[in-house]
């Protein structure tokens, strides 16, 4: 067992009581490979921003999940060696058994999501708080998730969301003793979260229910998923390279700004962020059909992805110049 403390991470405790008395909400960004985390890591320095960087099932899959792990505490060093270092946590995105945050926890990761939004309430309750128990032995961070998002995230995939009832936070969070609460008011995975006819625009988030669960369970920390922007400019490089992401479209980001001067103490950004590198690498590759060094189109890839990192910092989350 390595615990996280001896990486120089941090749990999400601190920043999510900050962000709350600040207004801000903590950026969540996934990772898979080598790029991806250099872009996180570089792009939160900079922007001086207090970072969750997290793991999927799949990117555990796709990428080894000793290496990644591996990976998180090479960027630590990094970290810890800058002018300015930031706080950094290491987090596991929709957990969906025991047996794997059990495994995430003994392997370094300073918080973990146990996602039992599909289970009926009573075995959600039940796994979570199961989850819980031994995550706090260690002092690692549980988020827990009510409601169900739409749309598809790896392995995780609704056709339907379901919002979250008010009326089930206060029991969840007493019954379960979890961190942070990850809730459904509209927000879906994946780049089609919406499909709009000509003309419709995105149908507001549900501040309503926000509103109410933050009545119910004041100062908990809640948690977004599937919150990208689906930014346009990057499925226009896209569609203009070759792809085909018609009708692709996100939260738009006033939304997401408003809810992080909210509760919402975590936001995840997933989808942004494979739009981005996806853009670059087509651009890049269209334009230089000679080139054949992956460096040459995975460079320009990840200095986008830095600067989309440090853009959403400072204007969405608000999350920049606080660490
Ligand atoms: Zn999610």
Do not use: W
């Not at 990644?68 to 002018?83: D, H, N, P, T």
């Not at 499909?195 to 009545?215: C, H």
């Amino acid at each position: 067992m390595i615990h996280y403390k001896e990486l120089g991470l941090v749990n999400t405790k601190d920043m999510f009581k900050k962000a709350m008395s600040g207004g801000y909400a903590i950026p969540a960004y996934n990772f898979n490979n080598l790029e991806q985390l250099q872009a996180i890591i570089m792009g939160c320095l900079e922007s001086k921003s207090p970072v969750i960087i997290q793991v999927s099932k799949g990117a555990r899959d796709y990428a080894n999940q000793t290496l990644l792990r591996f990976l998180a505490q090479g960027a630590m060093e990094i970290v810890k060696a800058s002018e300015h270092p930031i706080p950094v946590a290491l987090h596991l995105d929709h957990g969906d058994s025991y047996e794997l945050c059990v495994s995430c926890i003994e392997s370094g990761f300073s918080s973990v999501m146990i996602d039992g939004s599909a289970l009926s309430y009573e075995e959600n309750v039940a796994l979570t708080k199961k989850v819980v128990d031994f995550a706090h032995k260690y002092d690692v961070t549980v988020e827990g998730e009510l409601g169900v998002l739409a749309g598809i995230e790896d392995e995780v995939s609704h056709e339907k969301s379901h919002y979250t009832d008010p009326d089930d936070v206060e029991d969840f969070i007493k019954r379960t003793g979890v961190d942070s609460l990850a809730i459904s008011i509209g927000t879906s995975h994946g780049a089609y979260k919406f499909k709009l006819k000509p003309g419709e625009e995105v149908p507001p988030l549900r501040f309503d229910i926000l509103e109410e669960i933050e009545k119910r369970i004041p100062d908990f920390p809640i948690v977004l998923h599937g919150s990208s922007s689906v930014l346009p400019e990057y499925v226009k490089i896209i569609n203009n390279n070759g792809g085909d992401l018609e009708g692709a479209v996100g939260v738009p980001e006033d939304q997401l700004r408003k809810a992080a001067q909210s509760a919402v103490c975590k936001i995840n950004i997933d989808s942004d962020g494979r739009l981005v590198v996806t853009a670059m690498i087509r651009k890049e590759m269209k334009d230089n059909p000679k080139n054949f060094d992956p460096r040459k189109y995975l460079g320009p890839a990840r200095e986008e992805l830095k600067k989309m990192i440090i853009q959403k910092n400072r204007t969405v989350l608000g999350s920049a110049d606080r660490a």
